[in-house]
């Protein structure tokens, strides 16, 4: 049954409130309309849209992404496995070079050792510091006991330099008046330089 001004009117309302009626129930026929119209242009596109997906899903399968997943999964994991491995080398390779220079080791030569150093050989402990620091330095001085810098002053070649030379401090050493023993300390002590 169709909403006519008579059928109003049999209901006792006003003109105005006729016209407001009406008004309303355009506006509302009018808004229901265009939504007709949106979801018959939306079904249209469905068929089209259910035949790309049927095509998607069969594609899907034809190119085994599971395969393709597991493959950059493992990739990925290969990566960082080599990374943390890259870190751990650099860890080790710091902290030797640290023990070449404790040791005295000829600064022209640490790069050299370093290069040939198998460091898979040497390990860390849990906070990533090298284990068994003793047996490495014994080894450095066993090994590369050719490049070990001795301390020459006088013309006289000491491992250990002579208590009178200065203490451990920087502006005692800067105290030394003879040049070659001032440089020889100074090498000696780096660490204080730098």
Same mark, same amino acid.
């Given at each position: 049954? $169709? *909403? /006519?001004?008579?059928?109003?009117?049999?209901?006792?309302?006003?003109?105005?409130?006729?016209?407001?009626? %009406?008004? +309303?129930?355009? /506006?509302?026929?009018?808004? =229901?309309?265009?939504?007709?119209?949106? =979801?018959?242009?939306?079904? $249209?596109?469905?068929?089209?849209?259910?035949?790309?997906?049927?095509?998607?899903? $069969?594609?899907?399968?034809?190119?085994?992404?599971?395969?393709?997943?597991?493959?950059? /999964?493992?990739?990925?994991?290969?990566?960082?496995?080599?990374?943390?491995?890259?870190?751990?080398?650099?860890?080790?390779?710091?902290?030797?070079?640290? =023990?070449? @220079?404790?040791?005295? %080791?000829?600064?022209?030569?640490?790069?050299? !050792? *370093?290069?040939? &150093?198998?460091?898979?050989? %040497?390990?860390?402990?849990?906070?990533?510091?090298? +284990?068994?620091?003793?047996?490495?330095?014994? $080894? !450095?001085?066993?090994?590369?006991?050719?490049? @070990?810098?001795?301390? /020459?002053?006088?013309?006289?070649?000491?491992?250990?330099?002579?208590?009178?030379?200065?203490? &451990?401090?920087?502006?005692?050493?800067?105290? @030394?008046?003879?040049?070659?023993?001032?440089?020889?300390?100074?090498?000696?002590?780096?660490?204080?330089? &730098?």
């Amino acid at each position: 049954m $169709a *909403l /006519t001004r008579s059928m109003l009117k049999s209901m006792n309302l006003t003109d105005e409130q006729i016209n407001a009626v %009406i008004e +309303e129930h355009t /506006t509302a026929k009018d808004s =229901l309309k265009q939504q007709i119209k949106d =979801l018959e242009a939306k079904y $249209a596109d469905y068929d089209q849209i259910k035949n790309d997906f049927q095509k998607l899903s $069969a594609d899907v399968k034809k190119d085994n992404w599971k395969e393709k997943y597991d493959s950059v /999964t493992k990739e990925f994991d290969d990566y960082k496995k080599e990374v943390e491995e890259n870190h751990q080398r650099d860890l080790k390779k710091e902290q030797y070079k640290q =023990l070449l @220079i404790d040791n005295n %080791i000829n600064q022209k030569q640490i790069e050299s !050792i *370093l290069e040939v &150093t198998k460091f898979d050989e %040497i390990n860390l402990d849990e906070n990533n510091k090298l +284990e068994n620091v003793d047996e490495i330095n014994e $080894a !450095i001085k066993n090994k590369w006991d050719g490049f @070990i810098v001795k301390n /020459t002053i006088s013309g006289v070649n000491s491992e250990i330099p002579p208590s009178n030379l200065g203490g &451990t401090s920087k502006d005692e050493i800067m105290k @030394i008046k003879d040049p070659v023993e001032r440089q020889q300390e100074i090498a000696n002590h780096l660490e204080l330089f &730098t």
